[in-house]
């Protein structure tokens, strides 16, 4: 049951018992014929009135309900599509990415099949140069340590001669 129709229902229910206790008082007061009987036909009248407001507003009420029930579940359906039709198009968007990440990678690795002989062809000339590199090194170090202690026994030669010339001179 709604609850409006529980409060109309009660709202009814207490005019019902005004009326019955007005109609106790004149049959009790026992003042007659005439005043009893508008008495009964109002009490009938306004407990049909009151009976058809509490259905009426109970029917208004539940239809209002239903009414807004189908109007917010109508609001979370077109959300719902909304939430579908984005997704759809995400999920398109990444099938189209998908494609073209595909398609980078297969272009690479037919560059890696064509690269690959030339860089084990370039690994080996790299290894020769190295070598011939190093060889090279090893060459220019023992020529330059050579030509550095010829360098150095010339310079002492020299200092020993010109020691030799200044204590010469100084005897004099």
Do not use: W
Request: aromatic fraction near 8%; charge should be neutral; charged fraction near 25%.
């Amino acid at each position: 049951m709604d609850v409006d129709f529980i409060i109309q229902l009660f709202s009814g229910f207490a005019a019902f018992m005004t009326l019955a206790a007005a109609f106790y008082k004149s049959v009790k007061a026992n003042t007659g014929g005439y005043r009893t009987l508008v008495l009964i036909i109002g009490l009938c009248i306004v407990s049909i009135i009151m009976a058809a407001v509490a259905v009426y507003f109970s029917a208004v009420g539940r239809n209002k309900t239903v009414k807004g029930h189908i109007l917010e579940q109508k609001k979370e359906l077109y959300e719902i599509n909304e939430s579908i039709s984005k997704l759809q198009r995400y999920i398109e968007e990444q099938d189209i990415l998908f494609s073209q990440a595909k398609e980078t990678i297969s272009q690479l690795e037919e560059r890696k099949h064509e690269l690959t002989p030339l860089i084990e062809t370039d690994d080996k000339t790299i290894d020769i140069v190295a070598k011939i590199h190093e060889k090279d090194l090893s060459d220019r170090m023992l020529r330059e340590r050579l030509i550095g202690s010829f360098i150095g026994i010339i310079g002492l030669v020299l200092i020993m001669v010109f020691a030799n010339v200044i204590s010469s001179y100084l005897k004099k």
